[in-house]
């Protein structure tokens, strides 16, 4: 069974940098042929795709974030991360990572739906 | 972007009647090298992570009860939900995965009457 957990700060000041992780259990980063997302929501508003990886470490930004976002993955810890620098109270938010899971058949990628998601990690910016 | 838009914000409905939720996107969503319209739903329960129902407009995700269904094709779609129980009781998300930045719409909320 594919597990995610989220680990990170709660609190973060404003223009400082929030730095989570997210855990993989029952699968690998490095071999499953997966992306791997990150997802926030701001309490009492919509979900926001922030962006993913991929097991080819190929990523991919939300725009809208692309200037503040790292996304990254550590292939030996199984581990992958999210970076958001000078974060403001708008970034606060409880913070998903999720699996997006992926198919190859023949040339062609099928998605289908983001299947396993951490718990959420409530992040609040504020001095 | 691609802009998903759900109707209606709200819905309250008696235990065992039908839910319906519309979702519409701003242009197509169908992936011509899949043959799949790249929408999914999920279900949001307070304190919980999202929770995948259905994927390519209308397959059910393992494990999801049968009374969940998905249809709709190219910018129009819908999740309906038979025979409504309690613990169906939540907001619930359409999500586009056809074009980057994938996006959702800004949920549906579930009541029971």
């Known amino acids: 069974q594919v597990r995610l957990q989220g680990s990170g700060p709660g609190l973060v000041r404003p223009s400082q940098t929030l730095s989570l992780d997210c855990s993989v259990s029952g699968a690998s980063v490095n071999r499953d042929l997966h992306f791997w997302a990150w997802v926030r929501q701001p309490a009492g508003k919509g979900l926001e795709w922030i962006g993913r990886?991929?097991?080819?470490?190929?990523?991919t930004y939300n725009p809208s974030l692309r200037s503040r976002v790292t996304i990254s993955m550590d292939k030996s810890k199984n581990v992958f991360s999210l970076q958001m620098t000078s974060v403001t109270a708008a970034d606060t938010a409880t913070y998903f990572c999720?699996?997006?899971?992926?198919?190859?058949?023949?040339?062609?990628?099928?998605?289908?739906?983001?299947?396993?998601w951490g718990q959420g990690i409530t992040v609040t910016v504020s001095s | 972007d691609i802009v998903m838009t759900q109707s209606p914000d709200s819905l309250t409905v008696s235990l065992g009647e039908r839910a319906t939720i519309n979702c519409k996107s701003s242009?197509?969503?169908?992936?011509?090298?899949?043959?799949?319209?790249?929408v999914a739903w999920y279900q949001r329960k307070p304190g919980q992570p999202p929770k995948l129902l259905i994927y390519w407009a209308s397959t059910r995700d393992s494990g999801v009860p049968d009374r969940f269904s998905g249809s709709g094709s190219g910018t129009d779609f819908s999740l309906t939900i038979n025979g409504l129980q309690a613990e169906d009781v939540a907001i619930y998300y359409c999500q586009q995965y056809y074009g980057s930045p994938y996006t959702f719409g800004q949920g549906t909320k579930v009541d029971l009457k």
């Open positions: 999720a699996r997006e899971r992926a198919t190859w058949r023949g040339k062609s990628l099928f998605l289908s739906g983001m299947d396993v």
């Open positions: 242009q197509t969503v169908f992936n011509w090298s899949t043959n799949k319209n790249d």
């Open positions: 990886v991929s097991t080819g470490e190929s990523i």
